[in-house]
C-alpha cells in the first residue's frame, strides 16, 4: 500500500521558513517524480514544485522562485521542501505528489498546514 505522509507545517510570522517533508512508502521512490501542491481555502490546488526522480531536474512556479528549494534523498525515500520569506499569500495546505515516470499513475499525501500570519 503506498503511503505519502507529509510532516512539518504550521504556524510562521512572515519572513520566516518552514522546511516540509513527504515520506513515501509502499513504492520504488527512485522511479517517481515528485511534486509539491498547494491549495489555499477558495482557491484551487496549484503546482509548487517538482523534481525528476533522479533530483537532476526542478521547476518552481513564477512565485516561488529563489524562495523555495525542493530536494529529495532516494535513500530516505523522501522529498522536501524548503519554505522561507514565507508571505501572507503562502497560507494553504501543502500536498505532496508521486507519479510514476513510465507509467504516469500518481499518489497523493494527506497535506500538511502552513499559516504565514504575524
Known amino acids: 500500500q503506498v503511503q505519502l505522509v507529509e510532516s512539518g507545517g504550521g504556524l510562521v510570522q512572515p519572513g520566516g521558513s518552514l522546511r516540509l517533508s513527504c515520506a513515501a512508502s509502499?513504492?520504488?521512490?527512485?522511479?517517481?517524480?515528485m511534486k509539491w501542491y498547494r491549495q489555499a481555502p477558495g482557491k484551487e490546488r496549484e503546482l509548487v514544485a517538482r523534481i525528476t526522480n533522479t533530483g537532476g531536474s526542478t521547476i518552481y512556479a513564477d512565485s516561488m522562485k529563489g524562495r523555495f528549494t525542493i530536494s529529495r534523498d532516494n535513500a530516505k525515500n523522501t522529498v522536501y521542501l524548503q519554505t522561507n520569506s514565507l508571505k501572507p499569500e503562502d497560507t494553504a495546505v501543502y500536498y505532496c505528489n508521486a507519479q510514476h515516470v513510465l507509467l504516469g499513475r500518481d499518489y497523493w499525501g494527506q497535506g500538511t498546514q502552513v499559516t504565514v500570519s504575524s
Open positions: 509502499g513504492l520504488t521512490f527512485s522511479s517517481y517524480t
